[in-house]
C-alpha cells in the first residue's frame, strides 16, 4: 500500500496536525484505534480509515466515546497499544472509566487524544480538559505545531507502554486544523502484545483495591518526574529579564510575536510542552531568571495557579501576569492570537510599542449555519411547525439538526449534550405538563438516546420523538453508525434498524416515513399529536451530501418557480431552503444549489419541476 503516511524515515511532508498525530501513533506501533467521531478531533480516526489496508492496525468506530474508551481499555489490558480519540466534551462522556483505568493502569499501553475548543468552533462549551489530567492523574502533553503533534504522540504512547499508566495528548482547535511540515521518523512494525498476568489487586478495584491502587497511582507520577524535568518538550531559550511561560497553541503565537518584533534578546520562553506532572525544578529555574513572568496558556489559569503556588511557597519576589490578576488582555474566554499576546507583552517588553487594534473591515452580511439545500431534517422542521407552532416546546440534540433553530423552522428550543433532547424533553413534558416533541439523530441516538428512551418508557414520560435517520454521521465527516447501510459497511460492521432497536426498547407506537415525504410526514405528526406516552417517528432519508458522494444518487430534477405571488413568498419564508433567492420581489431557485428533493412543489403550486439528470 502506497500511502503519504507510510513514507520511509526522513521524509518532509505538510500535514494536518491530525495527519501528524495519526503518523505519530504509527511510529509508536499502534494496534488498536477506537474514537467516535467529533470535531476538531475527526481527523484522527478518519486518517486511520484510509490506512487500513495496510494492515498495521485495527480501527473502530465505537457508539459512544465511553465504549470507545471500554473497548481500547480492554484491548490494552490484553497488551494491545492503544489509541483513543474524541473531542473535549466526548471525554465527559467517558470519564466513568477513565479516572478508574489510572488507577488500574494498562499493561499495553492507552492514550487518550482530547480535542479541545477554545472558542466553540463547533461545540456548545470550552471546557479545558488538563483538569482531567490533573484529577485522573494522567500524564499530559501539549503540541503546539504539527511536527510536535507527531512527536508528541508517539512519546505518549511510549510512555504509557512504559509505564503502563493512560496518557493524555491535550489538543485544541487550532493545532489539530493547522498545517506544517512534519519530518518522519522511522516506521517500525506493530508493537507486540504485553502478556495479561492475573491480578485481582489491581484489575478488579473493589474498594479495598481501589485505595491501594491510588497510593500507587501516585508513586509512579512521583516516579516519572525526573522524566519530565528532562522532558525536551519543556524547553528554555533566550535570557531577557522578561519570562514568557507558555503552553499550547500559545507558544507558536508568543515565538511568533517575538521574532517579529526582535525582542530575541529581552525575553526568556519556557515551552512548556509536557504540562503534568508539572515540571517544578523546571519552572523554578525559570522563574528565579526573570523579572516579570507571562503566562500564556488558552482556557483556564491552570498553570497559573501552580506559578503563584510555587512563587509563594519559595517566597520569589517576580512579577507575574496572567488571567487571575485580570491583566488585559488575557482571558478563559476564547482563544488567544498573535495579536493578543503581542499585546499582553508590548507594554512589558517595549515602552514604545504599541498596542494593536483589529484591523477595521467593512461590516459584512451575516451568514448563519445553515441546512444544506435539499436536507431531509428542513422538511420536517417545516412540518413540525406547521402542525404544533408554539404549542409544543422542542427538545433537539447535536448534530445537523441542532441548525433547525433559526427562524423561520425554530425547532430547538432547549438543548444540552448528546442523547439529552430524550431525556431533557420528558423532563421538560413532566413538570411543564405540555408535549414535548424531540429530535434526535441516528448516530446520536445510537450514541447515547437508547438509554433515555428506555427511561421514558419506564416512567411512563410523555414525548413524542422524531428520529432523523439520515444514515451517516453527518455533521463530522460521514462517518460509519449502526444505522449504515450495510452495502455502505461493507464487511466491517453490520447495519442495526432502528425500528427493531425502538420496539425492542419498549415503545409500542412506531412508525416510518420518508423525509421528502410532506404528506405523509404530515399525517403522522397529526395522528401523535392527539396520542399520549412514548410515540416514535423515524424519519429516513439520506443526508444529501452522503447520497450524492457515496451512494452515487443523481437529481433527476430541478425546481423552478412557475408563478410569482403570494403564494411562492409564502413558501420561501416558510421553508426557507437555502436554493430560493430573491431579488427585487422576484423568488427564484439556484439550479446548481436545488437538489430536487420536490419538497417546495408539494408545499406551493407556484413551484414546478424541471426534469433532467445531472
Not at 495519526?22 to 480509515?49: H, Q
Not at 482531567?132 to 512527536?151: M, V
Not at 503565537?253 to 509536557?274: E, P, R, T
Request: aromatic share 6%.
Amino acid at each position: 500500500m502506497h500511502h503519504p503516511l507510510l513514507a520511509p524515515e526522513g521524509t518532509k511532508m505538510l500535514l494536518l496536525g491530525n495527519e501528524a498525530i495519526a503518523r505519530g501513533a504509527l511510529e509508536a506501533g499502534v494496534m488498536l484505534v477506537t474514537c467516535y467521531p467529533g470535531t476538531p478531533s475527526s481527523e484522527v480516526p478518519d486518517t486511520f480509515y484510509s490506512l487500513m489496508e495496510s494492515g498495521r492496525f485495527l480501527l473502530e468506530y465505537s457508539v459512544n466515546e465511553k465504549v470507545a474508551l471500554e473497548v481500547a481499555g480492554g484491548a490494552a489490558l490484553a497488551g494491545a497499544l492503544c489509541l483513543v480519540t474524541m473531542k473535549h466534551v466526548g471525554v465527559n462522556v467517558a470519564a466513568d472509566p477513565l479516572l478508574t483505568m489510572a488507577y488500574t493502569g494498562l499493561p499495553g499501553g492507552l492514550v487518550l487524544l482530547s480535542a479541545d475548543d477554545p472558542g466553540c468552533h463547533s461545540s456548545q462549551n470550552e471546557q479545558d480538559n488538563r483538569y482531567y489530567a490533573r484529577s485522573a492523574g494522567l500524564p499530559c502533553f501539549e503540541p503546539a505545531s504539527a511536527q510536535e503533534a507527531k512527536d508528541m504522540t508517539k512519546a505518549a504512547l511510549l510512555l504509557a507502554r512504559r509505564i503502563q499508566q493512560p496518557v493524555l495528548l491535550r489538543t485544541t482547535t487550532r493545532v489539530n486544523h493547522l498545517r506544517g511540515p512534519v519530518v518522519f521518523g522511522p516506521l517500525p512494525e506493530p508493537a507486540e502484545l504485553v502478556p495479561f498476568k492475573r491480578d485481582l489487586r489491581r484489575f478488579v478495584p473493589v474498594p479495598a483495591v481501589a485505595r491501594i491502587r491510588h497510593r500507587a497511582l501516585a508513586a509512579i507520577l512521583d516516579g516519572i518526574r525526573p522524566e519530565v524535568e528532562a522532558s525536551p518538550f519543556n524547553r528554555i531559550s533566550g535570557s531577557g529579564s522578561v519570562g514568557i511561560l507558555a503552553s499550547g497553541i500559545s507558544r507558536a503565537f508568543a515565538h511568533d510575536v517575538v521574532l517579529a518584533n526582535n525582542w530575541q534578546k529581552q525575553v526568556s520562553i519556557l515551552d512548556f510542552g509536557m504540562t503534568w506532572p508539572l515540571a517544578e525544578k523546571t519552572l523554578e529555574t525559570f522563574m528565579r531568571s526573570v523579572k516579570t513572568l507571562v503566562v500564556l496558556e488558552e482556557g483556564e489559569p491552570l498553570v497559573e495557579q501552580a506559578v503563584y503556588a510555587i512563587a509563594g511557597r519559595l517566597s520569589l519576589s517576580l512579577s507575574i501576569k496572567g488571567k487571575m490578576a485580570g491583566d488585559a488582555p488575557l482571558s478563559i474566554f476564547g482563544e488567544y492570537s498573535p495579536l493578543i499576546v503581542h499585546n499582553a507583552l508590548a507594554p512589558l517588553i517595549d515602552a514604545h510599542a504599541p498596542l494593536r487594534e483589529v484591523p477595521a473591515c467593512p461590516e459584512l452580511p451575516q451568514r448563519p449555519p445553515n441546512l444544506c439545500a435539499g436536507c431531509a431534517h428542513r422538511s420536517v422542521f417545516y412540518a413540525a411547525r406547521k402542525l404544533f407552532g408554539d404549542s409544543t416546546c422542542y427538545s433537539s440534540d447535536i448534530g445537523c439538526y441542532t441548525l433547525g433553530l433559526l427562524p423561520p423552522l425554530s425547532c430547538a428550543d432547549f438543548l444540552f449534550c448528546m442523547g439529552s433532547s430524550i431525556s431533557a424533553g420528558s423532563g421538560f413534558a413532566r413538570a411543564g405538563g405540555k408535549l414535548v416533541l424531540g429530535f434526535i439523530g441516528d448516530s446520536t441516538f445510537f450514541h447515547s438516546g437508547m438509554t433515555g428512551l428506555v427511561n421514558a418508557v419506564f416512567n411512563r414520560h410523555n414525548l413524542l420523538l422524531i428520529i432523523l435517520d439520515n444514515g451517516t454521521t453527518a455533521m463530522t465527516g460521514h462517518q460509519p453508525n449502526p444505522a449504515v447501510q450495510q452495502e455502505v459497511l461493507g464487511n466491517t460492521c453490520v447495519h442495526m434498524d432502528i425500528a427493531s432497536v425502538v420496539r425492542g426498547l419498549g415503545v409500542s407506537r412506531v412508525a416510518k416515513v420518508r423525509g421528502y415525504n410532506q404528506k405523509a410526514i404530515q399525517r403522522l405528526l397529526a395522528e401523535m399529536k392527539e396520542e399520549n406516552g412514548v410515540r416514535v417517528l423515524i424519519v429516513e432519508e439520506p443526508c444529501v451530501l452522503f447520497a450524492r458522494r457515496t451512494l452515487r444518487k443523481k437529481r433527476v430534477c430541478t425546481a423552478y418557480v412557475a408563478e410569482q405571488g403570494a403564494d411562492a413568498r409564502q413558501c420561501a419564508e416558510t421553508l426557507a431552503c437555502q436554493a430560493f433567492r430573491r431579488k427585487d420581489g422576484i423568488i427564484d431557485v439556484d439550479p446548481e444549489l436545488c437538489t430536487g428533493c420536490m419538497v417546495c412543489m408539494q408545499i406551493s403550486s407556484a413551484f414546478k419541476a424541471k426534469k433532467g439528470e445531472e
